[in-house]
T-cell receptor, first 112, second 113 residues
Framework: GNSVTQMEGPVTLSEEAFLTINCTYT??????LFWYVQYPGEGLQLLLK?????DKGSNKGFEATYRKETTSFHLEKGSVQVSDSAVYFC???????????FGKGTRLSVIA | NAGVTQTPKFQVLKTGQSMTLQCAQD?????MYWYRQDPGMGLRLIYY???????DKGEVPNGYNVSRLNKREFSLRLESAAPSQTSVYFC????????????FGPGTRLTVL
Protein backbone atom coordinates (compact mmCIF):
# COMPACT_ATOMS: atom_id res chain seq x y z
CA GLY A 1 0.00 0.00 0.00
CA ASN A 2 0.88 3.66 -0.11
CA SER A 3 3.09 5.10 2.60
CA VAL A 4 5.06 8.19 3.53
CA THR A 5 8.21 8.26 5.63
CA GLN A 6 9.57 11.50 6.98
CA MET A 7 12.51 12.24 9.20
CA GLU A 8 12.09 11.89 12.92
CA GLY A 9 11.97 15.02 14.98
CA PRO A 10 12.16 17.17 16.83
CA VAL A 11 14.38 19.46 14.81
CA THR A 12 15.79 22.51 16.59
CA LEU A 13 17.42 25.27 14.58
CA SER A 14 18.66 28.78 15.20
CA GLU A 15 16.99 31.62 13.38
CA GLU A 16 18.29 32.09 9.81
CA ALA A 17 19.57 28.50 9.60
CA PHE A 18 18.93 26.30 6.56
CA LEU A 19 16.14 23.76 6.92
CA THR A 20 15.71 20.37 5.28
CA ILE A 21 13.03 17.88 6.27
CA ASN A 22 13.31 14.62 4.37
CA CYS A 23 10.28 12.84 2.96
CA THR A 24 10.19 9.65 0.89
CA TYR A 25 7.16 7.80 -0.36
CA THR A 26 5.94 4.46 -1.66
CA UNK A 27 3.03 4.51 -4.07
CA UNK A 28 1.66 2.88 -7.15
CA UNK A 29 0.94 5.07 -10.12
CA UNK A 30 1.71 8.78 -10.10
CA UNK A 31 0.72 10.34 -6.79
CA UNK A 32 0.42 14.01 -5.95
CA LEU A 33 2.63 15.13 -3.06
CA PHE A 34 1.91 17.67 -0.36
CA TRP A 35 3.46 19.41 2.63
CA TYR A 36 1.06 20.52 5.35
CA VAL A 37 1.96 22.64 8.38
CA GLN A 38 0.32 22.64 11.79
CA TYR A 39 0.93 25.65 14.03
CA PRO A 40 0.42 25.20 17.78
CA GLY A 41 -3.23 24.69 18.71
CA GLU A 42 -4.46 24.77 15.12
CA GLY A 43 -5.53 22.40 12.38
CA LEU A 44 -3.37 21.54 9.39
CA GLN A 45 -3.05 23.87 6.45
CA LEU A 46 -1.53 23.29 3.04
CA LEU A 47 1.97 24.66 2.67
CA LEU A 48 2.77 23.51 -0.88
CA LYS A 49 2.09 20.73 -3.33
CA UNK A 50 3.36 19.14 -6.56
CA UNK A 51 1.29 17.01 -8.88
CA UNK A 52 3.84 15.52 -11.26
CA UNK A 53 7.48 14.54 -11.45
CA UNK A 54 10.04 17.39 -11.44
CA ASP A 55 7.39 19.90 -10.32
CA LYS A 56 8.56 22.30 -7.62
CA GLY A 57 6.06 23.50 -5.06
CA SER A 58 6.85 26.72 -3.19
CA ASN A 59 5.23 28.98 -0.63
CA LYS A 60 6.38 31.34 2.15
CA GLY A 61 10.04 30.68 1.28
CA PHE A 62 9.61 26.89 1.51
CA GLU A 63 10.30 24.67 -1.50
CA ALA A 64 10.03 20.99 -2.36
CA THR A 65 10.73 19.20 -5.64
CA TYR A 66 8.92 16.02 -6.72
CA ARG A 67 11.72 13.52 -7.48
CA LYS A 68 10.28 10.37 -9.02
CA GLU A 69 13.67 8.71 -9.45
CA THR A 70 14.37 8.85 -5.71
CA THR A 71 10.67 8.83 -4.63
CA SER A 72 11.32 11.91 -2.50
CA PHE A 73 9.76 15.29 -1.74
CA HIS A 74 12.14 16.97 0.70
CA LEU A 75 11.10 20.29 2.23
CA GLU A 76 13.67 23.10 2.30
CA LYS A 77 13.91 26.69 3.43
CA GLY A 78 16.97 28.84 3.16
CA SER A 79 16.52 30.92 6.30
CA VAL A 80 14.05 29.89 9.00
CA GLN A 81 12.29 32.26 11.38
CA VAL A 82 10.91 31.74 14.86
CA SER A 83 7.43 31.94 13.33
CA ASP A 84 8.18 28.77 11.31
CA SER A 85 8.07 26.70 14.51
CA ALA A 86 5.38 24.11 13.83
CA VAL A 87 4.81 20.47 12.93
CA TYR A 88 5.29 19.64 9.24
CA PHE A 89 3.53 16.73 7.53
CA CYS A 90 4.39 15.18 4.21
CA UNK A 91 1.44 13.50 2.43
CA UNK A 92 0.51 11.84 -0.81
CA UNK A 93 -2.66 11.36 -2.79
CA UNK A 94 -2.92 8.33 -5.00
CA UNK A 95 -4.21 8.98 -8.50
CA UNK A 96 -6.92 6.37 -7.90
CA UNK A 97 -8.97 8.82 -5.84
CA UNK A 98 -8.05 7.63 -2.37
CA UNK A 99 -7.68 9.93 0.65
CA UNK A 100 -4.39 11.51 1.67
CA UNK A 101 -1.78 9.34 3.35
CA PHE A 102 0.25 11.31 5.89
CA GLY A 103 3.71 10.86 7.35
CA LYS A 104 4.03 11.01 11.14
CA GLY A 105 5.06 14.65 11.20
CA THR A 106 8.27 16.48 12.09
CA ARG A 107 8.27 19.06 14.84
CA LEU A 108 10.44 22.10 14.10
CA SER A 109 11.50 24.54 16.78
CA VAL A 110 13.34 27.69 15.76
CA ILE A 111 15.12 29.63 18.48
CA ALA A 112 16.14 33.28 18.32
CA ASN B 1 -16.52 32.37 4.93
CA ALA B 2 -15.93 30.14 7.97
CA GLY B 3 -14.27 27.21 6.13
CA VAL B 4 -14.43 24.02 8.21
CA THR B 5 -15.94 24.30 11.68
CA GLN B 6 -15.94 21.68 14.42
CA THR B 7 -17.83 21.43 17.69
CA PRO B 8 -17.06 21.01 20.49
CA LYS B 9 -13.48 22.22 20.90
CA PHE B 10 -12.90 20.20 24.06
CA GLN B 11 -14.75 17.28 25.64
CA VAL B 12 -14.19 14.97 28.59
CA LEU B 13 -16.10 11.68 28.69
CA LYS B 14 -16.24 8.74 31.03
CA THR B 15 -15.67 5.24 29.67
CA GLY B 16 -18.87 3.94 28.09
CA GLN B 17 -20.44 7.32 27.40
CA SER B 18 -21.43 8.30 23.88
CA MET B 19 -21.05 11.53 21.99
CA THR B 20 -21.16 13.01 18.50
CA LEU B 21 -18.54 15.31 17.04
CA GLN B 22 -19.97 17.77 14.56
CA CYS B 23 -18.30 19.09 11.43
CA ALA B 24 -19.57 21.51 8.81
CA GLN B 25 -18.03 23.17 5.76
CA ASP B 26 -19.28 26.11 3.73
CA UNK B 27 -17.03 25.69 0.68
CA UNK B 28 -19.39 23.47 -1.34
CA UNK B 29 -16.88 20.62 -1.12
CA UNK B 30 -17.85 17.13 -2.19
CA UNK B 31 -15.51 15.12 0.04
CA MET B 32 -15.19 15.15 3.82
CA TYR B 33 -12.90 13.28 6.21
CA TRP B 34 -12.38 12.46 9.86
CA TYR B 35 -8.86 11.95 11.24
CA ARG B 36 -7.44 11.35 14.66
CA GLN B 37 -4.04 12.67 15.72
CA ASP B 38 -2.01 10.93 18.40
CA PRO B 39 1.54 11.69 19.55
CA GLY B 40 4.10 9.98 17.33
CA MET B 41 1.39 8.56 15.03
CA GLY B 42 0.68 11.43 12.70
CA LEU B 43 -2.84 11.63 11.31
CA ARG B 44 -4.84 8.48 10.78
CA LEU B 45 -8.00 8.40 8.69
CA ILE B 46 -11.08 7.14 10.52
CA TYR B 47 -13.81 7.52 7.90
CA TYR B 48 -14.37 9.56 4.81
CA UNK B 49 -17.22 10.52 2.52
CA UNK B 50 -16.33 11.00 -1.13
CA UNK B 51 -19.71 12.54 -1.88
CA UNK B 52 -23.07 13.16 -0.26
CA UNK B 53 -24.72 9.84 0.54
CA UNK B 54 -21.54 7.74 0.63
CA UNK B 55 -19.17 6.84 3.45
CA ASP B 56 -16.12 4.58 3.57
CA LYS B 57 -13.87 3.20 6.27
CA GLY B 58 -10.37 4.48 6.67
CA GLU B 59 -7.40 3.07 8.53
CA VAL B 60 -8.89 3.05 12.06
CA PRO B 61 -12.73 2.84 11.91
CA ASN B 62 -13.39 0.52 14.87
CA GLY B 63 -15.44 2.12 17.63
CA TYR B 64 -16.73 4.93 15.41
CA ASN B 65 -19.70 5.63 13.16
CA VAL B 66 -20.29 8.49 10.76
CA SER B 67 -23.19 10.23 9.09
CA ARG B 68 -23.02 12.44 6.03
CA LEU B 69 -26.11 14.42 6.91
CA ASN B 70 -26.01 16.58 3.78
CA LYS B 71 -23.33 18.09 1.58
CA ARG B 72 -22.22 20.47 4.34
CA GLU B 73 -22.19 18.26 7.42
CA PHE B 74 -20.31 15.12 8.41
CA SER B 75 -20.60 13.86 11.98
CA LEU B 76 -18.52 11.32 13.91
CA ARG B 77 -20.14 9.28 16.67
CA LEU B 78 -18.53 7.36 19.50
CA GLU B 79 -21.16 4.91 20.76
CA SER B 80 -19.26 3.68 23.82
CA ALA B 81 -16.12 5.70 24.47
CA ALA B 82 -12.90 4.00 25.54
CA PRO B 83 -9.67 5.50 26.93
CA SER B 84 -7.93 4.44 23.69
CA GLN B 85 -10.11 7.01 21.90
CA THR B 86 -8.48 9.87 23.77
CA SER B 87 -7.09 11.95 20.92
CA VAL B 88 -7.42 15.12 18.90
CA TYR B 89 -9.98 14.74 16.12
CA PHE B 90 -9.80 16.71 12.89
CA CYS B 91 -12.40 17.08 10.22
CA UNK B 92 -11.33 18.05 6.70
CA UNK B 93 -12.97 18.65 3.34
CA UNK B 94 -11.91 18.89 -0.28
CA UNK B 95 -13.61 19.64 -3.58
CA UNK B 96 -13.00 16.39 -5.43
CA UNK B 97 -10.85 14.32 -3.04
CA UNK B 98 -8.17 13.25 -5.45
CA UNK B 99 -5.43 15.81 -5.79
CA UNK B 100 -7.25 18.80 -4.43
CA UNK B 101 -6.23 20.52 -1.24
CA UNK B 102 -7.82 19.34 1.97
CA UNK B 103 -8.97 22.07 4.33
CA PHE B 104 -8.90 21.25 8.03
CA GLY B 105 -10.98 22.34 10.96
CA PRO B 106 -9.43 23.50 14.26
CA GLY B 107 -9.87 20.12 15.94
CA THR B 108 -11.67 18.62 18.93
CA ARG B 109 -9.58 17.51 21.88
CA LEU B 110 -11.29 14.50 23.47
CA THR B 111 -10.30 12.88 26.75
CA VAL B 112 -11.89 9.60 27.85
CA LEU B 113 -11.39 8.77 31.53
Amino acid sequence: GNSVTQMEGPVTLSEEAFLTINCTYTATGYPSLFWYVQYPGEGLQLLLKATKADDKGSNKGFEATYRKETTSFHLEKGSVQVSDSAVYFCALSDSRNTPLVFGKGTRLSVIA
Amino acid sequence: NAGVTQTPKFQVLKTGQSMTLQCAQDMNHNSMYWYRQDPGMGLRLIYYSASEGTTDKGEVPNGYNVSRLNKREFSLRLESAAPSQTSVYFCASSYRGETDTQYFGPGTRLTVL
